[in-house]
C-alpha cells in the first residue's frame, strides 16, 4: 500500500476519490481543483507546478550548517560566506533524515551559498550528523567556490540500508 502526505494540507481540504478507470484523484474542492492523479501504475500527475518550500537567510554560511529536509527543499544564504562549510542533511532538529525516508527512497536537497571577493565551499557533508562522501558529478569534488556569485549545490540522497545513504552531489556557478 502506498500513502501520500501532502505537507499542510489537512484531510478537510484535500478530497481523494476514483474517477471512472480506477485512478485516485486528489482534489482541493470547486470545479477543475485537481491537484494530483494517482493512475493505476502509482504514476502521480500533478495539475499545475509543483512547489517546493524555500528557506532564505540573510545570515552568512558559517563552519556549520543544518538543512532540515522536511521543512525545506532549497535553503538560499544571501550574505557572503564566512568560511567553509560543512553541511548537515537532516529530517529536522528532532527527527533524523533516517527515520523521515524510507529504503529505496530519496530526497533532492539544493543550498544555494552566495560568496564575495573571497569564495568558500562546503567541504564538509553528514547526513543526520555522521560523515558521508558524496559521489561528485564529474568525479572530482569541489576544491573552492566561486568569488563574487552563488554557488549552488544539489545533493541527492539515496537510502539504501537503516542509516546508510548514497549521496550524489554537484556544485554549479550562478554569475
Do not use: C, H
Amino acid at each position: 500500500m502506498s500513502y501520500f502526505s501532502a505537507g499542510n494540507t489537512t484531510a478537510t481540504s484535500l478530497v481523494q476519490y476514483a474517477d471512472n478507470t480506477g485512478n485516485l484523484i486528489f482534489a482541493t474542492g470547486g470545479a477543475n481543483a485537481t491537484a494530483f492523479t494517482v493512475d493505476l501504475n502509482q504514476v502521480i500527475a500533478f495539475n499545475g507546478p509543483i512547489e517546493e518550500k524555500v528557506t532564505i537567510s540573510s545570515a552568512n554560511a558559517t563552519a556549520n550548517v543544518n538543512f532540515d529536509a522536511v521543512t525545506q527543499g532549497v535553503l538560499y544564504y544571501t550574505s557572503n560566506a564566512t568560511a567553509n562549510t560543512t553541511i548537515n542533511i537532516r529530517g529536522t532538529s528532532a527527527i533524523p533524515l533516517n527515520n523521515t525516508i524510507s529504503t529505496g527512497q530519496s530526497i533532492s536537497t539544493v543550498f544555494l551559498n552566495t560568496q564575495g571577493a573571497t569564495a568558500y565551499y562546503v567541504n564538509g557533508y553528514q547526513i543526520d550528523g555522521a560523515a558521508v562522501t558524496p559521489k561528485w558529478q564529474g568525479g572530482t569534488a569541489p576544491s573552492s567556490g566561486n568569488a563574487n556569485s552563488v554557488d549552488i549545490y544539489v545533493f541527492t540522497v539515496i537510502k539504501t540500508a537503516n542509516a546508510t545513504f548514497t549521496v550524489l552531489g554537484s556544485q554549479t556557478q550562478f554569475k
